[in-house]
């Protein structure tokens, strides 16, 4: 079975400082992995995705992810946070209909972000 | 980029009604769409996988009599929260992939909708 682990339910950083938030996962096929935010009472918005290319992805508004199969890791980082940053955080993986038949997705518990001016 | 679009955002219904909520891939074609329920503070919690022209599948634990889902286009699939009670009060979320592109392409999601019943 699938799973997701965010250490850090709360993580704070000062505005321009280094943003690490930790996923790791479990999976018994080659998984995909996806990093989300969602901001209040909004949905989730797409920031990056791992799918088997490069390990290093590139995302959105500057956040970056590197894969790690030996660490089973997928954490999501960027190097200067910003006041805008401030939101909840979701990693998610997917097992690409393999043993679900579906592409269903497991989501981590979610990191919330705070930056302090 | 794919667009899916939720609604209501916000719903306030009395204690045993019914509520409706729909959901809608607005520039691309869903077979599969999810539906998730998220708790205060919490993640998301799938409910129930809706596929185009069968029925859903559910997640252990819900009630498919309670969330019925209808998933009648390749666009709308809708989850009807029958005889409401409050602790059915909750953010649902719903979810779309796009049909026609490769296996890796990502979920895309609706603003969601606040439930409260009171």
């Known amino acids: 079975a699938q799973s997701v682990t965010q250490l850090g339910s709360h993580v704070s950083v000062s505005e321009g400082a280094l943003v690490l938030l930790r996923c790791n996962y479990s999976?018994?096929?080659?998984?995909?992995l996806f990093w989300y935010v969602q901001y209040p009472n909004q949905g989730l918005q797409l920031l990056l995705k791992?799918?088997?290319?490069?390990?290093l992805v590139k995302g959105i508004n500057g956040f970056e992810a590197e894969f790690k199969k030996s660490e089973t890791s997928f954490h999501l980082t960027k190097p200067s946070a910003h006041m805008s940053d401030a939101a909840e955080y979701f990693c998610?993986?997917?097992?690409?209909?393999?043993?679900?038949?579906?592409?269903?997705?497991?989501f981590g518990t979610g990191t919330r972000l705070k930056v302090l001016a | 980029g794919a667009v899916v679009s939720q609604h209501p955002s916000r719903v306030i219904c009395k204690s045993g009604t019914s509520v409706k909520i729909e959901c809608r891939s607005l520039?691309?074609?869903?077979?599969?769409m999810f539906w998730y329920r998220q708790f205060p503070k919490q993640s998301l919690m799938l409910m129930a996988t809706?596929?185009?022209?069968?029925?859903?599948?559910?997640e252990q634990g819900v009630e498919k009599d309670k969330f019925l889902i209808n998933h009648a286009s390749l666009t709308l699939s809708t989850l009807t929260v029958t005889s409401a009670h409050p602790e059915d009060s909750s953010f649902y979320i719903c979810?779309?992939?796009?049909?026609?592109?490769?296996?890796?392409?990502?979920?895309?999601f609706g603003n969601g909708t606040r439930l409260t019943v009171t």
């Open positions: 979810s779309a992939r796009p049909s026609a592109l490769t296996d890796d392409s990502p979920l895309h």
């Open positions: 999976s018994s096929v080659p998984p995909y």
């Open positions: 791992y799918t088997s290319a490069a390990t």
């Open positions: 998610a993986v997917s097992d690409r209909g393999r043993t679900s038949g579906t592409y269903k997705y497991i």
């Open positions: 520039d691309f074609q869903a077979t599969t």
């Open positions: 809706s596929n185009e022209g069968s029925k859903a599948t559910y």
